[in-house]
């Protein structure tokens, strides 16, 4: 049986702003399972980081959650007492956030920084800390471990900073693993290397991990199973085979065609999504993506989308059946070829 690590249902996320109430994140539901990863991938802007703080309890002071469910292994994060979800962070969940130069203290050195969490959290002493820092940086691919600990954040490079994030994040062996947006500051080749750490460690742990991305090349190497977000929604979940290779929501096909194929990108051209985000301030009816998308229904104005499910586990919420979103995927693969 799987065992679900987090468990999150109809999270809600609205932040007052002097235009209105700004909907950043609009009743989603989403799970990871034990050793799994869920990649959550949409443009900038589109709720993923939100989710993420939300998840943590560290969303700004205006921000207001509601959500109807948010589990981790079974413990209600919602009546969660202040002080016992600070307990949580950092032992049975941890993040790693994107730019890590901000992360680490500057006037710390990075041993100081890697031990404290593991004291914090009544893992051991000072000598289990240093013990526990350093294998984990061995395990993170970082040589001269020892040396390093002694060493400020300042003396080290993009790459190596990260792969210092990911050891803290993995200092106390937590359940879950956030990850958002780990590589962006980093350059392609470092990226790749970064990437293969985490999901490496992330396998070997049997932690869960979500990944927060808008890169599809990072989906495809790592993710079990992806949930595309578009202006606070997720409008389509399933597993990475299914998302990539049967894409039912016009928004998923629309990224997937701007995925360059060798040998089948025409001319050299492109895919594109026409149009501009839509603001999420102020009252949100219908389809979000209906003024982006060619197969708008009057459907679409109106109400609330239906989600419909290809099986149990892939879904996506738009008016067009099944049947419809094919035909509309071949009729773009076919003008994308000509």
């Not at 034990?34 to 939100?50: A, D, M, R």
């Not at 994060?77 to 962070?89: N, Q, S, V």
């Not at 049967?246 to 050299?268: E, F, S, V």
């Amino acid at each position: 049986m799987t065992n679900k690590v987090l468990d999150v249902k109809n999270l809600t996320v609205d932040i007052d702003v002097p235009a209105g109430t700004l909907h950043a994140v609009s009743g989603i539901d989403f799970y990871v399972n034990e050793g799994e990863t869920l990649c959550i991938v949409g443009e900038s802007g589109c709720g993923k980081s939100i989710t993420a703080l939300a998840i943590m309890d560290i969303l700004p002071r205006k921000a207001k959650l509601k959500a109807d469910r948010m589990q981790l292994q079974h413990r209600d994060l919602l009546t969660l007492p202040k002080d016992e979800f600070a307990r949580l962070r950092g032992d049975r969940m941890a993040m790693i956030f994107q730019d890590p130069m901000t992360s680490l203290n500057p006037v710390y050195r990075v041993g100081d920084q890697l031990e404290e969490v593991y004291i914090q959290h009544g893992k051991g002493g000072r000598k289990e800390a240093s013990e526990r820092a350093e294998f984990l940086l061995d395990k993170v691919g970082i040589t001269a471990a020892k040396s390093r600990l002694i060493q400020y954040p300042h003396q080290l490079s993009g790459g190596l900073r990260q792969r210092i994030m990911i050891a803290m994040a993995l200092m106390c062996d937590p359940e879950l693993i956030i990850a958002d947006e780990p590589t962006t500051a980093l350059d392609v080749t470092i990226q790749a290397q970064i990437l293969n750490t985490l999901h490496g460690l992330q396998r070997e742990f049997n932690t869960a991990m979500i990944l927060i991305t808008h890169d599809l090349g990072v989906v495809a190497r790592v993710a079990d199973r992806v949930a595309v977000m578009y202006a606070g929604k997720i409008v389509e979940q399933g597993t990475a085979m299914e998302i990539f290779t049967q894409p039912n929501h016009p928004y998923t096909q629309g990224l997937m065609a701007c995925i360059p194929q060798p040998g089948k990108t025409g001319h050299g051209r492109l895919g594109s999504i026409p149009g501009i985000v839509p603001s999420l301030v102020g009252d949100i009816d219908g389809c979000l993506f209906r003024n982006r998308c060619a197969s708008i229904r009057p459907q679409c104005e109106k109400g609330e989308i239906p989600i419909q499910y290809l099986n149990e586990g892939h879904g996506y919420r738009c008016v067009l059946s099944v049947e419809e979103s094919a035909k509309r995927a071949q009729v773009d693969t076919l003008s994308e070829a000509s």
